[in-house]
């Protein structure tokens, strides 16, 4: 029973709170000791409260004992966590990074607030790299997330420690962070489902990018949920998505209804590969069956871009932005080291330079960058007026082995025998990222390899509802979340 707790879907869990059929503490419990047994294996979930989790969930069982409805809170009673990037009150919350080690918020993140007023017992924090800033999960407090598909690989980053967990059934769900792709790689590496909304409608407050956080809120970033069903994010999605609580008596977010609900009725584009950032040919077959599937089904799927939109565009513009957007998280040492490259670039990677570049970028630079970016979401809301939702990469590789030396600037990838740069990890995901356009990932199957591949489903801004519909029918046809062999 235990093991079908475990993997049951948030959705699922929350049904049978309600009908009384489990208690809170009972699940807790049960992810607690589930923890215990796989951590030295994961190394997923770092930091624990159990004492202050086990009083909220007695609570949380008071409350359902005396009748209170979904509706008082839709997540009434369910354990979870949080990736360590986001302030926890009275739990330490360290953003991966040595300076922040022993940091105790005195307040949670926004997103957090509306987890615990929804009635969610949040019992511990997941694992990340410094600053949010690797698509891997391994920092210098806690060490190094495995995959619990392949443990010498691993989940994904930067929310690596929240897909982990989750895939292995150690949490009802988390929530995490996505400025260059960091909610929906895990997704895909870990084999769980993951959305990046559209930007600006979660609240980023509570996020920590950087030592003086607390009122930051970044450009680029967004905060979403990952969990093993489709369902799961919606869930969550509607309960952290709502203005700030400082913008609140001034507006409300009312997200538009999916265009369709009937499979048949979307209008598909795929874009499945691109000379500029190739697929590995693991991903690339695993992505054309997935479609080929969808096609069996009765889809019908053109093959489409943007004819006025330059895919390189992610290096010219995104990626310099995704870099601005991060800089607070350099300190004064790494910025003289940013800026002596701006100086002198010969014998740094294309990487580094613009890394440095966009670190010490002057701010009427940055202004005409946006200016770019404006435009280029002007073409995306023309294309979607042909298109409901769009289907593309997460990454050009499915989980690959640890890297432990060098950045994300500085490594690189074996793809099919040839070495690419690491950062080509983030482009396809960054692409569509830093136009602020809502993501879903979904699994679509497992390489011959054994390991999970997932699929983005891009939809127009505010389209968040779209995505998640049309991620509900690739669930449907390609199975969806499977539970890894650890679990």
């Not at 202050?52 to 008082?72: E, K, S």
């Not at 995505?467 to 390609?478: D, G, K, P, Q, Y």
């Amino acid at each position: 029973m235990s093991e079908e707790l475990a993997l049951a879907t948030a959705s699922e869990l929350t049904e049978q709170l309600r009908a009384k059929q489990i208690s809170s503490r009972e699940l807790l419990d049960m992810y607690l000791a589930r923890r215990d047994r796989l951590h030295a294996d994961l190394n997923a979930i770092v930091t624990i409260d159990a004492e202050g989790a086990r009083t909220q969930a007695d609570l949380a069982d008071a409350q359902l004992a005396a009748g209170h409805q979904a509706i008082d809170g839709p997540l009434l009673g369910l354990p979870m966590t949080i990736k360590d990037a986001l302030a926890t009150k009275a739990m330490r919350s360290t953003g991966g990074a040595v300076e922040l080690s022993d940091h105790v918020p005195d307040t949670d993140a926004e997103v957090v607030a509306r987890v615990r007023s929804a009635g969610a017992v949040v019992f511990g924090k997941t694992n990340l790299p410094r600053w949010s800033a690797d698509v891997q999960a391994t920092n210098e407090i806690f060490g190094t997330t495995n995959n619990p598909w392949d443990l010498t690989c691993g989940p994904g980053g930067s929310s690596g420690g929240a897909s982990a967990a989750v895939a292995a059934g150690l949490t009802g769900a988390d929530i995490g962070t996505d400025i260059g792709g960091s909610v929906r790689l895990p997704a895909h590496f870990a084999g769980v489902c993951g959305h990046k909304p559209t930007f600006g409608i979660v609240p980023q407050l509570g996020y920590i990018s950087h030592p003086t956080y607390p009122l930051s809120a970044p450009d680029v970033n967004v905060i979403g949920p990952l969990a093993r069903s489709v369902d799961d994010l919606e869930l969550v999605l509607d309960v952290i998505a709502g203005p700030r609580c400082d913008q609140a008596a001034g507006w409300k977010l009312e997200l538009p209804p999916t265009r369709h609900g009937e499979f048949g009725d979307f209008r598909v584009a795929a874009h499945l590969d691109d000379p500029h950032t190739p697929i590995g040919s693991e991903v690339a077959a695993m992505l054309e069956a997935a479609c080929g599937a969808l096609v069996a089904s009765g889809a019908s799927i053109d093959h489409a871009w943007p004819d006025d939109l330059a895919f390189s565009d992610v290096d010219d513009i995104g990626l310099p932005l995704i870099s601005a957007a991060t800089s607070p998280g350099r300190n004064d040492d790494e910025f003289e080291e940013m800026r002596s490259i701006v100086v002198d670039p010969s014998g740094h990677p294309p990487s580094l330079q613009m890394r440095a570049s966009s670190t010490a970028m002057f701010h009427r630079d940055w202004l005409l960058k946006v200016e770019r970016r404006d435009a280029n979401r002007q073409k995306w809301a023309r294309f979607f007026e042909s298109y409901d939702v769009l289907l593309a990469p997460v990454a050009l590789v499915a989980a690959f082995a640890h890297m432990h030396e060098g950045n994300l600037y500085s490594r690189s990838l074996d793809v099919d025998g040839a070495a690419r740069p690491y950062y080509d990890l983030i482009k396809w995901t960054s692409q569509f990222g830093y136009v602020g356009l809502p993501s879903t990932v979904v699994p679509v199957g497992l390489t011959p390899r054994g390991v999970p591949v997932g699929i983005q489903i891009i939809g127009p801004a505010l389209g968040d509802r779209t995505t998640l519909e049309f991620a509900r029918h690739v669930e449907r046809i390609c199975g969806g979340y499977q539970p890894p062999p650890l679990a």
